[in-house]
């Protein structure tokens, strides 16, 4: 019922920046926590930033201070924002977040496909 696709990820050079946009659509009642993880070749999906619907965030160590996450609850759309990249952020960026739908009403949670993003050096 629920698709969450990634989009905005791309080949970027150390240093530059990217937005990446986390859509939701189905018959949406609301998106309680939603986070951004990525996942290198060989290595386990990381958890890097989570806002809640209050809209408090956290981030992970790695990426505090460049990454910033944000939403837009009327267009059930959720950002991140990454500057000053770095080689080491290359990787599979994922979207999750827990949906309340209707019709069914269901609560669940729910992956995107993920978006490549590849730093240069």
């Known amino acids: 019922q629920v698709q969450l696709v990634e989009s905005g990820g791309g080949l970027v050079q150390a240093g530059g920046s990217l937005r990446l946009s986390c859509v939701a659509s189905?018959?949406?009642?609301?998106?309680?926590?939603v986070g951004w993880y990525r996942q290198a070749p060989g290595k386990q999906r990381e958890p890097l930033a989570g806002i809640t619907s209050g809209g408090g965030t956290n981030y992970a160590d790695s990426v505090k201070g460049r990454f910033t996450i944000s939403r837009d609850n009327a267009k059930n759309t959720v950002y991140l924002q990454m500057n000053s990249l770095k080689p080491e952020d290359t990787a599979i960026y994922y979207c999750?977040?827990?949906?309340?739908?209707?019709?069914?009403?269901?609560?669940?949670?729910?992956w995107g496909q993920g978006t490549q993003v590849t730093v240069s050096s």
């Open positions: 999750n977040a827990d949906v309340q739908t209707i019709a069914p009403l269901r609560f669940a949670n729910y």
């Open positions: 189905g018959r949406i009642v609301s998106m309680n926590v």
